[in-house]
């Protein structure tokens, strides 16, 4: 398991765009890593996902169009680019990491992904 650490959430209006970047602690080439999300009262969701190893990525419908998620693998790092920001899309944010291989939409379930970090929070205002 990796060290995972978030930045970058904030307060924007809607319309506005924001950047997550997450640092592991080692190396995440041949891992799957992910953005999941949670609003206060709701479950968390994933968001999106990448496969480091060749760069496969997935994403949930509601924001497909919208966010990019990317990797840089020489500085450890997973990316969010989040643009054209909602008030539906407040709420904390997480990256995660796993080894193993993810068959499906097993990509979306936070509890497949051992590496989890501490998260930061993005509120969208109207």
């Known amino acids: 398991q990796v060290q995972l650490v978030e930045s970058g959430g904030g307060s924007v209006q809607a319309g506005g765009s924001l950047r997550l970047s997450c640092i592991a602690s080692?190396?995440?080439?041949?891992?799957?890593m992910g953005w999941f999300r949670q609003a206060p009262g709701k479950e968390r969701e994933g968001v999106a996902a990448?496969?480091?190893?060749?760069?496969?990525?997935y994403y949930v419908d509601s924001v497909k169009g919208r966010f990019t998620i990317s990797q840089d693998n020489a500085k450890r790092t997973l990316y969010l680019q989040m643009n054209s920001l909602k008030p539906e899309d407040t709420a904390m944010y997480y990256c995660?990491?796993?080894?193993?291989?993810?068959?499906?939409?097993?990509?979306?379930?936070?509890?497949?992904?051992?590496?989890r970090g501490q998260g930061t929070q993005v509120t969208v205002s109207s």
């Open positions: 080692g190396y995440i080439y041949n891992t799957y």
């Open positions: 995660a990491a796993e080894q193993r291989q993810l068959y499906g939409d097993a990509w979306e379930r936070p509890y497949e992904f051992r590496s």
């Open positions: 990448i496969y480091t190893r060749n760069g496969n990525t």
